[in-house]
């Protein structure tokens, strides 16, 4: 399952070329071409699903399983301290490419970098009402 488009979908394919890291029948891995940090990785389902509420549970288990071991490998291959690993989740979260995408950014110490905390806009100010609301919406389609 792939979108004529997709530049993900062209590495896939072998169409483009690229630094693959890891591949298997469902997932496939490697180097991001515009680097946030040595090392950086990209793991990708081989299908094109744009973000990862259209990824099934199963492929989602792949990917993830992918990401688990290569935070390792990737964090040993250049030395790194810890690594950020995370999904930019549709536009609002800053993806810019719609076939879905975990990126594997490793981290050294005093690299001037930011935590994940740092992504979003302004904190909201909750009241208790307001979180237990939300709690229970999410509880309640868990
Ligand atoms: P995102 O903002 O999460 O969609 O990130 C897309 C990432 O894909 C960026 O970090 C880009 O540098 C990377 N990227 C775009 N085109 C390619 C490509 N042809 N090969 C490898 N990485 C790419
Ligand atoms: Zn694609």
């Given at each position: 399952m792939s979108q004529d488009d997709c530049i993900f979908c062209k590495i896939v394919a072998d169409e483009i070329p690229s630094r693959t890291v890891f591949e298997d029948d469902e997932v496939i891995a490697f180097l991001d071409a515009n680097p946030l940090a040595?090392?950086?990785?990209?793991v990708i389902p081989k299908d094109h699903y744009e973000t990862l509420d259209e990824v099934p549970e199963e492929t989602a288990a792949r990917v993830f399983g992918v990401l688990h071991k290569l935070n390792t490998v990737v964090q040993d291959a250049v030395d790194a301290d810890g690594a950020n690993v995370a999904f930019n989740d549709g536009e609002a979260a800053g993806q810019e490419v719609p076939h879905v995408h975990g990126h594997v950014i490793p981290r050294f110490d005093g690299d001037d970098g930011h935590p994940i905390h740092a992504v979003a806009g302004e904190r909201p100010n909750?009241?208790?009402?307001?979180l237990d609301k939300i709690a229970g919406a999410i509880h309640d389609n868990s």
């Amino acid at each position: 399952m792939s979108q004529d488009d997709c530049i993900f979908c062209k590495i896939v394919a072998d169409e483009i070329p690229s630094r693959t890291v890891f591949e298997d029948d469902e997932v496939i891995a490697f180097l991001d071409a515009n680097p946030l940090a040595e090392g950086h990785t990209l793991v990708i389902p081989k299908d094109h699903y744009e973000t990862l509420d259209e990824v099934p549970e199963e492929t989602a288990a792949r990917v993830f399983g992918v990401l688990h071991k290569l935070n390792t490998v990737v964090q040993d291959a250049v030395d790194a301290d810890g690594a950020n690993v995370a999904f930019n989740d549709g536009e609002a979260a800053g993806q810019e490419v719609p076939h879905v995408h975990g990126h594997v950014i490793p981290r050294f110490d005093g690299d001037d970098g930011h935590p994940i905390h740092a992504v979003a806009g302004e904190r909201p100010n909750l009241s208790d009402e307001e979180l237990d609301k939300i709690a229970g919406a999410i509880h309640d389609n868990s």
